[in-house]
């Protein structure tokens, strides 16, 4: 057996009844570290020193740290470094809890109102979906990042959020077609990002008393108590979000599902069907799953006039998912209703809000709202159950909704209605993301029913 030699010479230290005194022992324990293990220290006991890991440490005085970097003890001459990121970064929210984090992405001083997102996957697709504007996205899965992102995977050309907070940043990337770090993504993009966070503790807060108002903050010059006023001022609820995310001009969108991500045999290309979509933060995959399933479509502002609409001679309208209160919207609730019952109509998400309250019905902010791909959803005319993606956080009142008008889908988890229907007007709508990125499939037969809505009224 090999024999393991010491890596320093070691002075045997007897006990006090072996005749060492007490003052003699503690004098030795009380030896500065570097002294009881020299720096002029033996090779290392096995192979090469060479393969050791080295790393170069910049000592700094007691107590010092360069903001978002390591920390280094003075007492340790320099050698001991902290090897993780220390806190640099705070969330206020306006019940008064501050949570300390660790900073990613852009810094400054970012105010939102916090939600929490159940989804496993996706991350990047939720940062660029519109409908996040104005809000922080708590992610609940608590490992975020590992992906990386690409430029394929993006909803919109940008990001709206005001802020990402999750438990774990990845360190690493392990995807084949990542081109950046999520980091350096929302650097670029010059959103705010936090982790090393207790996303669980601050989601059943949510939860408990509905979504909150928070503030991000990495600048050290802001104390406590002004972050926590910043928060208890700002509002969302009565604030137009969609003007700040619609396009600002017309365009035609052509492009489809890639083949590689086609999944639906339900396509029917053979008859074309022309669709104006009004962009009130609309997700690139609906236009892409629309023009999957045979339409030409043209985009439109959220402020677009209905009488111009009405000129293209459209075969439907879609009006899109968008973020905020769809009261603060008022305009577009008069556009909607100026064309219902002209031509068919799809209505999603914020379109869906808007088509209730054209018919006379009212909304409502929910508590916490639903941000996730996991929502279980029936309709209610054939028994089916869906599992669906949703985002929003005001819903349609179904006792509000006049004669005529069918709640046709509800929400297993709150029995919250997630779609409508008039057969006279020829509409539909969702609550939810038929299209689905991210998130589960079930739902994209939706947008069959807007083509035959579409088919019915031609013949």
Known sequence: MATIQPLFPVKSIQHPRDGVSSSELQAVLRKPFSLLFPKTSA????????????????????????????????????????????????????????????????????VGEVVFNT????????????????????????????????????????????????????????????????????????????????????????????????????????????????????????????????????????????????????????????????????????LRRLASYGCRITVVPSKWPALETLKMKPDGVLFSNGPGDPAAVPYAVETVKEIIGKVPVFGICMGHQLLGQALGGRTFKMKFGHHGGNHPVCDLRNGRVDISAQNHNYAVDPASLPVGVEATHINLNDNSCAGLACSELKIMSLQYHPESSPGPHDSDLAFRGFIDLMKANKT
Not at 94 to 103: C, F, L, Y
Not at 238 to 254: F, K, N, Q, R, T
Request: aromatic share 8%.
């Open 43 to 110: 090779a290392p006991i096995r192979g090469d020193s060479s393969r050791w890991l080295r790393i170069p440490v910049k000592a700094v005085s007691s107590g010092q740290s360069a903001k978002g970097g390591s920390t280094v003890d003075a007492s340790c001459d320099g050698d001991v470094q902290r090897p993780w990121k220390t806190y640099d970064a705070r969330l206020v929210l306006e019940d008064g809890s501050i949570w300390r984090a660790k900073a990613f992405g852009a810094s400054g001083t970012q």
């Open 119 to 286: 989804s496993l996957t996706g991350y990047q697709e939720i940062l660029t979906d519109p409908s996040y504007a104005g809000q922080f996205v708590l992610m609940t899965n608590p490992h975020i990042g590992n992906t990386g992102v690409n430029p394929d995977d993006e909803e919109s050309s940008q990001c709206f959020l005001a802020g990402l907070v999750i438990r774990n940043l990845s360190i690493c990337t392990s995807n084949w077609r990542c081109t950046e770090s999520l980091g350096d993504y929302l650097a670029k993009k010059n959103i705010m990002g936090i982790y090393d966070v207790d996303t669980r503790a601050i989601t059943r807060r949510l939860r408990l008393d509905g979504s909150l108002i928070g503030v991000l903050s990495t600048e050290e010059s802001r104390s406590d108590e002004e972050l926590l006023e910043m928060a208890r001022r700002w509002k969302i609820v009565g604030v137009d979000l969609i003007s700040g995310v619609s396009c600002h001009a017309p365009y035609e969108w052509s492009e489809k599902t890639d083949a590689e991500w086609e999944f639906s045999n339900e396509r029917n290309n053979a008859e074309s069907f022309h669709v104006v979509a009004y962009d009130f933060g609309v997700k690139h995959n609906i």
